[in-house]
Structures are given as C-alpha cells and as structure tokens.
C-alpha cells in the first residue's frame, strides 16, 4: 500500500481501519516499597495508575507485564498483586509476566499474579521466604556521650531498638510475623502455581534459580522476551503498546532537580544515601 493510500485509511472511521492484535505492556521495576519520600519504590501508589491504562486500551489481547525486582514490602507485593488479578477479571484479559534480571521474593509474588510466567534462561526467579535485615548500634551513643530516652506504653512498642540489644521476646515476636506472612506468601505461590514440580519445603526455603532451572522446577511456564513471545503468539504486526511509568507529582520532581538530596538539604541527601545502600543492598542479595 503507498504512503499516500495509507494516510488515507488512516482517516477511515477506526472499523474500517486494519485491526491489529495490541498488547499493553507495564514494566514493574526496582525496589518494592519505600524507599524514600523523593525516591518512591514499586508500590500500589505508583503502579495503580499505569496498570489501569493498561487494562482499559481498547482491542487488547492481552496484559504483558515487565517484571524486573528483587522484593521488597510484603504488603505492597500483595497489593499489587491483588490489584492485578482483580483487573485481569474484571476485563477478561490474559495476564502474561516477563522476568528480565530478577522476579525475586515479592517481584515473584508480583509475576505469580499472572496467568503466565515467561524468563530469561538467566534471569534469577524464586527467594520464596521472608527476610528482617538491620543493624544494630550497641555502645555508639555511650562513646559519643550521648544518653537516649525512650518513653513508651505498651512492652512492644519499641521492639527490636537498634541501639539496645536484642531482646529474645521480640526475636519471638519478629518470628511469629515472619511465619505468618510466609504463610500467605507459600499459600499463594501453591494457588497460583498448580504445577509445581517439587516439594514446598524446597521451592520455600527463600533459595532463587536460574530460569531454565525455575522452567524444570515449574516456577515459570516457557523461556523468552517480550517481543519474540508476542510476536510468535499474535503474529509480527502485534501491536506492543508501552505504558507510560508515573512521573509524581510536579514539585516531587522540581525538588530531585533543584534541591541537593531532595527535600531538607543534607538530611535530605543522608536519607538518599541510606535509601541508595538500601536498595543496592537487595540486589546484591543475588548478586545483581
């Protein structure tokens, strides 16, 4: 068809137009949670929106969802997990997840929300468990000569103090937590996973493998990208429609240009700082 036939067609009513198969695709991408008021993570907040375009593009075929996270907060993978499901239904869309370098802990739990999962032969997929990671500064404050007050109501309300040491009452209470919400997560990755080629003492022990290794073990349903997956499915002219990822708010972002640190000058860039080890800190985890 000529240039000029096809800028024709193009002002034909969109029925008479040639309809190609379209597939919204959302990454979702870092840190899952907080991670500082001017450096927001992955969380219901910040990918609500995204994924409700998504789902609301006319003609789709189905829903791809880039997925390349090492976890994070067990509540918010949860969330938008949920939040996914419930949309998938709603519109009676097929929900494909894609792992770039990692779907790890709550990124997996995140990529479980899909009908498939498609990996990379090296991406790293699993780390089904719950991790607490601190530090503790016993006697920092006794050689600066500086005396803490802490007044509280309620024997719990200061659980696990960095600055006291540890106390096996709140190691308990940090277990029962740990147990529990091991437990959604186990329950959910089984629901979500029929197939799974292995016992559960296994797949939840928080270990992480390869792709080829989670395709054996039925973590993952195929290996591929994105694109070729797409293509081989709906066929070449499938029509991959990115959407675009939440900016925040105007003077959220004027504040990361202008302000050293973001918002409150060097508090703000100590914050950043810790927030940036932080989030190193997870990847590292799996040697990313």
């Known amino acids: 068809m000529s240039s000029f036939a096809a800028s024709l067609r193009s002002l034909l009513p969109g029925r008479y137009r040639e309809r190609r198969p379209r597939v919204a695709v959302v990454r979702l991408s870092g840190v899952i949670g907080a991670v500082s008021p001017l450096r927001p993570g992955l969380s219901i907040g910040t ?12 003609g789709l075929v189905a829903v791809a969802l880039v997925v390349n996270s090492p976890g994070g907060s067990p509540a918010q993978s949860h969330l938008i997990h949920r939040r996914i499901r419930a949309l998938a239904q709603e519109k009676g869309v097929p929900v494909i997840a894609f792992v770039e370098d990692a ?22 997929v699993g780390s089904i468990g719950v991790v607490s990671a601190g530090f503790g500064f ?12 802490v007044h509280t109501q309620g024997e719990a309300k200061a659980m696990l103090d960095p600055f006291r040491p540890e106390d096996p009452a709140d190691l308990a209470r940090l277990e029962r ?15 979500r996973r029929p197939k799974l080629r292995s016992d559960g003492e296994s797949l939840f022990s928080g270990a ?18 994105v694109r070729s997956v797409m293509r081989a499915r709906f066929g070449e002219k499938v029509d991959l429609r990115m959407v675009a990822e939440a900016k925040g708010s ?15 000058g060097g508090a703000g860039l100590g914050e950043d700082l810790v927030a940036a080890v932080s989030e190193r800190a997870a990847w590292a985890r799996y040697g990313l």
């Open 177 to 191: 937590i740990q147990r529990d919400v091991q437990e959604v997560f186990s329950g959910l990755v089984a629901e």
């Open 138 to 149: 016993v006697g920092l404050l006794d050689k600066l000569g500086v005396e803490r007050r």
């Open 250 to 264: 105007f003077v959220a972002r004027l504040l990361r240009r202008t302000v050293p640190g973001g918002m409150g």
């Open 208 to 225: 992480v493998w390869t792709g080829r290794q989670a395709l054996a073990l039925g973590l993952v349903d195929a290996l591929g990208d």
């Open 47 to 58: 990918v609500a929106g995204s994924l409700e375009r998504a789902f609301g593009m006319r």
């Open 103 to 124: 779907a790890a802990s709550g990124g997996y739990m995140i990529a479980c929300a899909a009908d498939e999962i498609v990996a990379d032969e090296t991406s790293l």
